[in-house]
């Protein structure tokens, strides 16, 4: 376009001056063609300087889209994404914690974790299963049959339609297959607990869940491996590192508060 423009506008002075004209009865003109010659050296270099600055303006434009066109796709969503929840899209840089260690004076590997931030692994307590619920709280959204009709094949239960995003899915697969790893704990600590049948299956279920999201989001951030332990018995370990991130904040509050207006079903994480 703004290079349209300069020729549009070059073009029309010239057309206007109409300097190279010349006058065929007019012999005072002829005696000035020297000057007309000049005239096309300033013309030609005048198109000359515009095509060069116009190409380079090109070639950044190309490799430098995201500065002009200020537009962050990343916000959007995708479009197989829920569209009551993607105004809750932000992203945020986050380093992830809980790396595997290894202390190289007595020679034991060890998970590093702050013990103020809330723990979702380790031996079951009461405090691992209050941060699980935190995280899935009101899991399934009761959702208007408006909003229903927009979704795949909706089915009514006791009168309500509910939904979960695929992120609360998820979680709730992690959670189960944590608890799996405890099952003699959570025969007895579980108020949700699934029928020793289904258990096996669902776990399964869960286990392939992850994989298939995981394989989905494709992260790429690259993670750097590090030795540890003496030869020959070196184990390799990825360095926890910063990812571009949903910013689970303002979904979670977001979705609490969709669950506390429409209404919404707690599965306790189960
Ligand atoms: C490594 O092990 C030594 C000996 O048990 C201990 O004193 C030290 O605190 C450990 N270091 C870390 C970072 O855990």
Not at 90 to 101: K, S
Not at 118 to 124: C, H, K, L, W
Not at 192 to 208: G, R, S, T
Request: overall charge negative.
């Amino acid at each position: 376009m703004t290079c349209a423009n300069s020729n549009y506008e070059l073009v029309k002075e010239i057309d206007v001056e109409e300097p190279f004209l010349p006058h065929p009865s007019n012999h005072r003109r002829d005696h000035h063609r020297p000057a007309l010659s000049q005239w096309m050296v300033v013309l030609i270099t005048i198109i000359l300087t515009t095509t060069i600055i116009c190409s380079l303006q090109a070639v950044y434009l190309t490799f430098q889209p995201q500065t002009l066109c200020n537009v962050d796709d990343s916000k959007k969503g995708f479009a197989t994404e829920w569209d009551v929840l993607t105004p809750t899209i932000e992203t945020e840089l986050v380093r992830y914690t809980n790396a595997f260690r290894y202390n190289a004076t007595d020679k034991t590997y060890y998970r590093e974790f702050d013990p103020k931030e809330p723990q979702y692994v380790g031996t079951p307590s009461p405090e691992i299963d209050d941060a699980w619920n935190e995280l899935l709280r009101g899991q399934y959204l009761a959702i208007t049959e408006q909003e229903a009709k927009r979704l795949e094949n909706p089915v009514p239960i006791r009168g309500y339609y509910l939904a979960e995003p695929e992120v609360m899915h998820s979680l709730h697969c992690v959670n189960a297959i944590r608890k799996a790893l405890s099952h003699e704990y959570y025969l007895t600590h579980d108020k949700h607990k699934l029928p020793e049948a289904v258990h096996q299956v669902h776990v399964e279920h869960c286990l392939d869940q992850l994989r298939q999201n995981i394989q989905c989001a494709g992260d790429l951030t690259p993670v750097p491996l590090r030795p540890f332990g003496d030869e020959p018995n070196i184990n390799l370990i990825g360095e926890p590192q910063v990812h571009t991130c949903r910013k689970w904040k303002t979904f979670r509050d977001f979705y609490t508060q969709r669950g506390d207006e429409y209404g919404m079903l707690d599965s306790g994480g189960t």
